[in-house]
């Protein structure tokens, strides 16, 4: 996959990349590396970030900003729309509701996000 988005293989760009791949949780820098810290001793969270910036440039991942907080990133590239859990703080990916948008003329689209957020099943069901 590397290698197909034009990005020469590292030990930290593999691991990064299968994590990612591993866990669709659409994690946060610090989420990787609390992940992969322990069994990559010289890993740093500088390191991470630029792995995920090369990885983001390519487009084989994308960043989200679903909260003020952090960026996530998201091994899925297609178009669709994310729901942040309000309690658990979860994001999930969700079907991109079908929308027509007329922009003005000399407007060029080159992405959309849609974020919604509110309580998802396993939270509503613990109330």
Excluded: W
């Excluded at 996959?1 to 610090?30: A, C, F, N, W």
């Excluded at 487009?59 to 590239?77: L, Q, T, W």
């Amino acid at each position: 996959m590397l290698e197909r988005h034009g990005i020469r293989p590292s030990v930290q760009r593999t691991e990064v990349l299968k994590y990612l791949i591993g866990h669709r949780t659409h994690p946060t820098v610090d989420d990787i590396y609390v992940a992969l810290s322990p069994k990559m001793l010289t890993l740093s969270r500088t390191t991470i970030y630029n792995v995920l910036k090369t990885l983001e440039e390519s487009g084989a991942v994308r960043s989200i900003v679903i909260d003020e907080k952090n960026v996530r990133y998201d091994i899925c590239v297609e178009d669709h729309a994310h729901f942040k859990c309000r309690r658990c703080g979860k994001v999930f990916d969700l079907e991109m509701p079908q929308m027509e948008m007329k922009l003005p003329k000399g407007f060029e689209m080159e992405n959309t996000d849609v974020y919604y957020y509110g309580i998802c099943p396993e939270c509503a069901l613990k109330q």
